[in-house]
C-alpha cells in the first residue's frame, strides 16, 4: 500500500455505506458477522439489531395513531357540542335565556367544576345566581383582565389569583385550571376545573372561539 494512500475512517466508510444501502445484499456472509454493540444487553448481529430498530419504530407509530385517533374522538365531541350550543342559543327568546343556556350548556357538557359569566352590562330578567356577575366596563376589579378584554385571546391553565379572586369567589383556591374566554364588549366567560391539567397553556382554542362568537351573536340579537 502506498505511504501517501489514505486510509478510510469511519466516517468515510459510514458516508460510503449510506450512498450504497445495498453493499451487504452482495456479501450476506458480512452482513450475518457484523455486531452491533448495545447499551442495555449483549451485542446483536446487524439483522436482529435491524429487526429491534423495525419494532419499536412501529410501536411509535402504533402509539401516534392512538394519540390521533384520540384527538380526532375529543374533536369530534366538542364539534357536536360546540353546534348543540350555537342551536340552543338560536332558540331562545330573550338575553337573559341565552345566558342561561350558555351557562348550563357549560356546565354540563364541557365538564366545567364551575362556571362564570362577567357581563358587562345589565341584562333584563337575569335572577341572582352563583356563577353570575354585573361589573362596569370601567371597574377596578376588571383592570387584570384589561388585556385580555382588548385582543379578545382565550387563555387555558391556572389563573393568577387575582383573576381566580374575580371570577370564583370563595371557590377560587379550589380551582386548579381554567378556560378564560373573553368578549370584547361583553364580559368574560370561564369553566374552572378542579384538575390541574384539565385546562393547560398551549390547548387548542378554536371550539372556545366558536362558543364566544355563537354566545355574542345570540346576546345581540336583542340589542335595542
Not at 364539534?79 to 338560536?90: E, F, I, M
Not at 366545567?112 to 353570575?132: C, E, K, T
Not at 383592570?143 to 391553565?157: K, M, N, T, V, Y
Not at 369553566?191 to 390541574?196: A, E, F, I, N
Request: proline letters at 5%; glycine letters at 6%.
Amino acid at each position: 500500500m502506498s505511504e501517501t494512500q489514505e486510509k478510510l475512517g469511519a466516517h468515510e466508510i459510514a458516508a460510503w455505506l449510506r450512498r450504497h444501502p445495498t453493499f451487504l445484499k452482495q456479501f450476506p456472509d458480512l452482513a450475518l458477522s457484523l455486531v452491533v454493540p448495545r447499551d442495555d444487553g449483549p451485542a446483536a448481529s446487524l439483522a436482529s439489531y435491524q429487526l429491534e430498530v423495525l419494532r419499536d419504530k412501529n410501536r411509535e407509530l402504533a402509539k401516534r395513531l392512538t394519540d390521533l385517533f384520540a384527538n380526532a374522538q375529543e374533536n369530534e365531541r366538542l364539534a357536536v357540542r360546540t353546534h348543540q350550543l350555537t342551536l340552543a342559543l338560536l332558540k331562545q327568546a330573550s338575553a337573559a335565556d341565552s345566558v342561561r343556556a350558555m351557562a348550563a350548556s357549560l356546565a354540563e357538557d364541557f365538564n366545567g367544576d364551575h362556571i362564570s359569566i362577567v357581563l358587562l352590562h345589565p341584562v333584563a330578567g337575569l335572577d341572582d345566581n352563583d356563577w353570575l356577575q354585573i361589573v362596569a366596563e370601567d371597574a377596578a376589579a376588571l383592570a387584570p383582565f384589561r388585556d385580555c378584554l382588548q385582543s379578545g385571546e382565550p387563555i387555558c391553565g391556572r389563573l393568577q389569583p387575582e383573576k381566580g379572586q374575580l371570577l370564583y369567589g370563595e371557590r377560587a383556591r379550589d380551582i386548579q385550571s381554567s378556560a378564560l374566554l373573553p368578549l370584547p364588549g361583553v364580559g368574560l366567560v370561564a369553566v374552572g376545573s378542579l384538575q390541574p391539567n384539565r385546562f393547560y397553556p398551549g390547548m387548542g382554542t378554536l371550539f372556545l372561539r366558536m362558543m364566544g362568537e355563537a354566545f355574542v351573536a345570540a346576546l345581540r340579537r336583542f340589542d335595542a
